[in-house]
């Protein structure tokens, strides 16, 4: 009896209708805490003494890397589920999973080289927080070029399971670089056990906006695992009905 | 809370900071738009494709 939820989860058509409401709710929040975050950073809070206004860049540079590193885990551990309980579903998610982490991460490598410019005086450095965000973008990729190389999509749902969790050894190291090497980025500013090393008026909008993403994150996947499951249950009788019943 | 900048302009301008930070917040929300708009276009293609799909199999057997 206590399995049974997780069971009912496995199952397209169950996910697909319980989830309906979830989408819509996760979709407005995410506008909603965007919209405020964005004005909140831009506008309403002081200058930085060291870097001026650049440091405005934080409110989206912290929270879609930190997004992106959590996306893997979430991608990984989905692929992981698909393949010892061979939910079809988990590899929907980790599927869907990949393109948003990919995105999140370039977000992360763009605006960061942006920000580097005025701050380190050049866009690009190849230190070990960097780099190991940029193994972490062609990672992402890797796993979306695998899901097209195959024609079969259970091959390529294994084979993109195994990849990922192999490389779920990057994510530790993208965290703890700025302290294992010399690094010209910055060490944490938000620390959970110690004092952050952000003044509060900095750092509440930064957790706000951290808080955003992740919200945005959890519609995206969502829609599009929702969008997916009615791809691959495309000749299942209740997807024929949801198709002829849409306006 | 009140609004930091004194002027629109030092809002725009952001003591010579404002190109670095506005190029970042612009190409955030392209992408931001591109991943919220995906799923939404995905699902009216399906529609789309599987209406056409379905309708062609009924006058299909009906004949």
Known sequence: MAWQWFHRLGSPKWFYEKTASWAKVLGGLALVMLSVGVVWGLGFTPAELKQGNSYRIIYIHVPAAAVAMAGYYVMALSGAIGLIWRMKLSFMVMKMAAPIGAALTFVALFTGAVWGKPTWGAYWVWDARITSMLILLFLYLGVIALQEAYQNQDSADKICAILALVGMVNVPIIYKSVDWWFTLHQPATLKLMEKSSIAPEMAYPLIFMILAVYVFFAWLLLARTRVEVLHREAKTQWVKDIVLGEK | ?63
């Open chain 2, 1 to 63: 809370m009140t609004f930091y900048f004194s002027s629109l302009h030092d809002f725009w301008w952001m003591d010579g900071h404002g190109p670095y930070v506005w190029a970042s917040y612009a190409v955030t929300l392209v992408v931001f738009i591109a991943l919220a708009a995906a799923p939404i276009r995905r699902k009216a293609m399906f529609v789309k494709q599987q209406r056409a799909l379905l309708s062609r199999q009924s006058l299909q057997s009906e004949v």
